[in-house]
């Protein structure tokens, strides 16, 4: 618990806490530009389901591993009971649950928008991974689950069989904002035999980060923790440092929290750890991964801090000539969340996923310009 003191009391508010949080996000519902309502849509059917994540069982924090979920249906979906989608699994950021997410993205509205302006009918899943720290990562940790194979395996196998997909990657796309984002590369990446086509937006945790000037507010906070039902207590911003280090630096021998700070003699190793996980350092192990692609499109708000991280993702696919769209649009990192949920994300996927029942590719997919 010294070593937790010490290092809060010396971190600064890092890019997680200043980016993953903007707007308010850790405290309470961010408002998003919301698109005109489209005449003549018609509804989606919405269906709130539990996912059991094996790959959960276990974890140290004690994140339950049956995980709610939200299913949006197609219009057509009950009336054409022989017809299969492709789907779209969509990665909340952190702080925020599929629930809320859904709320700032204005699902179902922008579901039914995109459809009515022409978007092919698919299936969209917005799976929750809010943890006991507020967010998963979407990464691979003793203490926190394994929250990457949770969406690329749990998920998609029981969207295959209790719904009517296309159960074949170039029908499954993948997208997600903020940490959502980074999930979304992460698991991108890493899954490439699983997901056909890739949207990140405003994706945070690409780039490494370290520890600033002591921050003598927290001391208290931190101190007033000794058992797990103190962390609900402490500041959003002490929060999200945890769960990265729940997620990129677990440790199984230090109860109650299960992982290690970047403090003292053990700083630089740590610090290493959380460096092996931001997606810009690992991205070109994976290049042969994400030329299966499809269709890989990234966008962020011109007035968003991740403007840089995401532009550098951009660099780097351009230099190994990894076809993909990239867009720096006007506002900030949530402001036009659910403008480009229906008027960008949706006819993405709607021109990139096949459609095809068979789940086969008859060729490229149709041009997104």
Same mark, same amino acid.
């Given at each position: 618990?010294?070593?937790?003191?010490?290092?809060?009391?010396?971190?600064?508010?890092t890019?997680?806490?200043?980016?993953?949080?903007?707007?308010?996000?850790?405290?309470g519902?961010?408002?998003?530009?919301?698109?005109?309502?489209?005449?003549?849509?018609?509804?989606?059917?919405?269906?709130?389901?539990?996912?059991?994540?094996?790959?959960?069982?276990?974890?140290?924090?004690?994140?339950?591993?049956?995980?709610?979920?939200l299913?949006?249906?197609?219009?057509?979906?009950?009336?054409?009971?022989?017809?299969?989608?492709?789907?779209?699994?969509?990665l909340?950021?952190?702080?925020?649950?599929?629930?809320?997410?859904?709320?700032?993205?204005?699902?179902?509205?922008?579901?039914?928008?995109?459809?009515?302006?022409?978007?092919?009918?698919?299936?969209?899943?917005?799976?929750?991974?809010?943890?006991?720290?507020?967010?998963?990562?979407?990464?691979?940790s003793?203490?926190?689950?394994?929250?990457?194979?949770?969406?690329?395996?749990?998920?998609?196998?029981?969207?295959?069989?209790?719904?009517?997909?296309?159960?074949?990657?170039?029908?499954?796309?993948?997208?997600?904002?903020?940490?959502?984002g980074?999930?979304?590369?992460?698991?991108?990446?890493?899954?490439?035999?699983?997901?056909?086509? =890739?949207?990140?937006?405003?994706?945070?945790? %690409?780039?490494?980060?370290?520890?600033?000037? $002591? !921050? &003598? @507010?927290?001391?208290?906070?931190?101190?007033?923790?000794?058992?797990?039902?103190?962390?609900?207590? =402490?500041?959003?911003?002490?929060?999200?440092? %945890?769960?990265?280090?729940?997620?990129?630096? $677990? !440790? &199984? @021998?230090?109860?109650?929290?299960?992982?290690?700070?970047p403090?003292?003699?053990?700083?630089?190793?740590?610090?290493?750890?959380?460096?092996?996980?931001?997606?810009?350092?690992?991205?070109?192990?994976?290049?042969?991964?994400?030329?299966?692609?499809?269709?890989?499109?990234?966008?962020?708000?011109?007035?968003?801090?991740?403007?840089?991280?995401?532009?550098?993702?951009?660099?780097v696919?351009?230099?190994?000539?990894?076809?993909?769209?990239?867009?720096?649009?006007?506002?900030?990192?949530?402001?036009?969340?659910?403008?480009?949920?229906?008027?960008?994300?949706?006819?993405?996927?709607?021109?990139?996923?096949?459609f095809?029942?068979?789940?086969?590719?008859?060729g490229?997919?149709?041009?997104?310009?």
């Amino acid at each position: 618990m010294t070593s937790m003191r010490s290092f809060l009391l010396r971190a600064t508010v890092t890019v997680i806490a200043v980016t993953i949080l903007a707007s308010g996000t850790a405290v309470g519902q961010v408002k998003t530009n919301v698109p005109d309502v489209v005449p003549g849509a018609r509804p989606v059917q919405v269906e709130r389901i539990t996912i059991h994540g094996h790959a959960l069982e276990g974890n140290l924090e004690g994140n339950t591993a049956d995980r709610a979920a939200l299913v949006f249906l197609p219009p057509s979906y009950a009336r054409e009971r022989t017809r299969r989608y492709p789907v779209v699994y969509a990665l909340h950021g952190y702080s925020v649950g599929a629930e809320q997410w859904s709320k700032e993205i204005h699902v179902p509205q922008t579901v039914e928008g995109a459809f009515a302006k022409g978007a092919r009918e698919m299936i969209v899943v917005v799976p929750d991974s809010k943890t006991v720290h507020n967010g998963s990562m979407y990464s691979s940790s003793v203490t926190t689950g394994n929250f990457e194979t949770f969406i690329a395996r749990d998920v998609v196998a029981y969207m295959d069989k209790n719904f009517r997909t296309i159960p074949h990657r170039d029908s499954r796309g993948l997208v997600g904002h903020s940490m959502g984002g980074y999930g979304a590369t992460r698991i991108g990446m890493k899954h490439a035999e699983v997901f056909g086509s =890739l949207y990140i937006m405003s994706p945070c945790c %690409l780039t490494p980060r370290g520890v600033g000037t $002591p !921050n &003598p @507010a927290n001391e208290e906070a931190v101190a007033a923790v000794k058992e797990r039902a103190d962390i609900a207590k =402490l500041p959003s911003a002490i929060r999200s440092r %945890l769960a990265a280090a729940s997620a990129w630096s $677990p !440790n &199984p @021998a230090k109860p109650p929290l299960y992982l290690d700070l970047p403090f003292g003699e053990n700083q630089q190793e740590v610090l290493g750890r959380w460096a092996a996980n931001a997606a810009l350092n690992f991205v070109d192990q994976y290049i042969q991964e994400l030329r299966q692609y499809r269709a890989i499109s990234i966008d962020v708000g011109d007035m968003d801090n991740l403007k840089t991280g995401a532009s550098k993702l951009h660099d780097v696919l351009t230099a190994y000539g990894i076809t993909h769209d990239f867009q720096i649009y006007p506002g900030t990192h949530t402001s036009n969340m659910a403008v480009r949920f229906q008027d960008f994300v949706m006819p993405f996927f709607s021109k990139s996923l096949s459609f095809d029942r068979t789940g086969k590719s008859s060729g490229p997919p149709v041009p997104l310009k």
